[in-house]
Nanobody, 121 residues
């Protein structure tokens, strides 16, 4: 069964904004650090942002700090990624993940199928 589902991707011009959403099962969401990763063609999957289980701490990759904001609503089992001032370099498939945390993909146990974000110049 699908346990994480992303939405909100699309095509946007440079400088624009998008908000990604990820809905998880209650069991997974309530016990997990939630993270966002992205992967461009020919590139390895890279860390974007993560948020601790109760939302008290957030962490960002240097490439997105100051432009992206991660948040979670535990009542709705949903994590968000607000992306502002988008750049063509942000173009990738974005994945939601749940697990024990850190910036390494291997620390996450559950993954969504991804949502495409394309930023035109």
């Amino acid at each position: 069964q699908v346990q994480l589902v992303e939405s909100g991707g699309g095509l946007v011009q440079a400088g624009g904004s998008l908000r990604l959403s990820c809905v998880a099962s209650g069991r997974i969401f309530s016990s997990s650090v939630m993270g966002w990763f992205r992967q461009a063609p020919g590139k390895e999957r890279e860390f974007v942002a993560r948020i601790t289980r109760l939302g008290g701490s957030t962490y960002y990759a240097d490439s997105v700090a100051g432009r992206f904001t991660i948040s979670r609503d535990n009542a709705k089992n949903t994590v968000y990624l607000q992306m502002n001032s988008l750049k063509p370099e942000d173009t990738a498939v974005y994945y939601c993940a749940a697990g024990r945390g850190t910036s390494y993909a291997g620390a996450y146990d559950y993954w969504g199928q991804g949502t495409q974000v394309t930023v035109s110049s």
